[in-house]
Nanobody, 121 residues
Framework: QVQLVESGGGLVQPGGSLRISCAASGFVFSRYTMKWYRQVPGKERELVAGVTSVVGTTTYGESVRDRFTISRDDDNRTVYLQMNSLKPQDTAVYYC??????????????WGQGTQVTVSP
């Protein structure tokens, strides 16, 4: 089955850290750019971080740069998001996303179901 499954979300205090994971199956993970998005009810989905295939170039949203780190493990078909110095404004549902980097890979794009991260004082 083609899917992305997020895990590791939960409740954390401001200033704390949390690592969330996304496990991929059913497609050629090593040829997909992996991204983390987040969304708060009533607001637009926001790009948090991304990492390309092969060379592993990383991208971060302005609101999380210098606090979050994205990484991938192609052997285990998993992408991670390490979140440090968390703020209440980081509270959201975090979604894992995969977009192909090669034309022969299918499907074109995959979304996970999301995992809740709550930063509460």
């Amino acid at each position: 089955q083609v899917q992305l499954v997020e895990s590791g979300g939960g409740l954390v205090q401001p200033g704390g850290s949390l690592r969330i994971s996304c496990a991929a199956s059913g497609f050629v993970f090593s040829r997909y750019t992996m991204k983390w998005y987040r969304q708060v009810p009533g607001k637009e989905r926001e790009l948090v971080a991304g990492v390309t295939s092969v060379v592993g170039t990383t991208t971060y949203g302005e609101s999380v740069r210098d606090r979050f780190t994205i990484s991938r493990d192609d052997d285990n078909r998993t992408v991670y998001l390490q979140m440090n110095s968390l703020k209440p404004q980081d509270t959201a549902v975090y979604y894992c996303n995969a977009v192909r980097d090669v034309a022969w890979a299918f499907p074109r794009e995959v979304w996970g179901q999301g995992t809740q991260v709550t930063v509460s004082p």
